[in-house]
């Protein structure tokens, strides 16, 4: 987490050189080369008393959140989506 600690805004890269970024429905993510974009860049909105969580919005502000569908058919990792901030199940007021 203290990666995240003094940043405003993050671009995420997974070892294959791509970049996470917001789709343009504003509910998926896809990969890309392009970090450049603005879909990849990602807000770092940290939650007030925790030093552990952080909350990440698209450009479209939605949040990153982790979804219960599988991501491949017999794969144990689960699917990344985008979900509007009154979806996320916790207290909107304890964001900073």
């Known amino acids: 987490m203290e990666f995240f ?3 405003k805004a993050v671009r995420m890269r997974n070892v294959h050189e ?4 917001a789709d343009e429905d ?7 080369r392009t970090g ?3 879909r990849a860049r ?9 030093f ?9 502000g939605n949040y990153l959140t982790a979804s219960n569908k599988r ?3 017999g794969a144990t990792w689960r ?3 985008l979900s509007k901030p009154n979806r996320l199940g916790f207290n909107q007021q304890k964001l900073m």
Do not use: H
Request: proline fraction near 2%.
């Open 5 to 7: 600690r003094n940043a």
């Open 18 to 21: 791509k970049y996470l970024m």
């Open 26 to 32: 504003e509910e998926t993510v896809t990969q890309d």
């Open 36 to 38: 450049s974009d603005k």
């Open 42 to 50: 990602w807000t770092v909105e940290p939650v007030c008393g925790s």
């Open 52 to 60: 552990e969580v952080i909350c990440l919005r698209s450009c479209y």
């Open 71 to 73: 991501f491949l058919l």
């Open 79 to 81: 699917k990344v989506v």
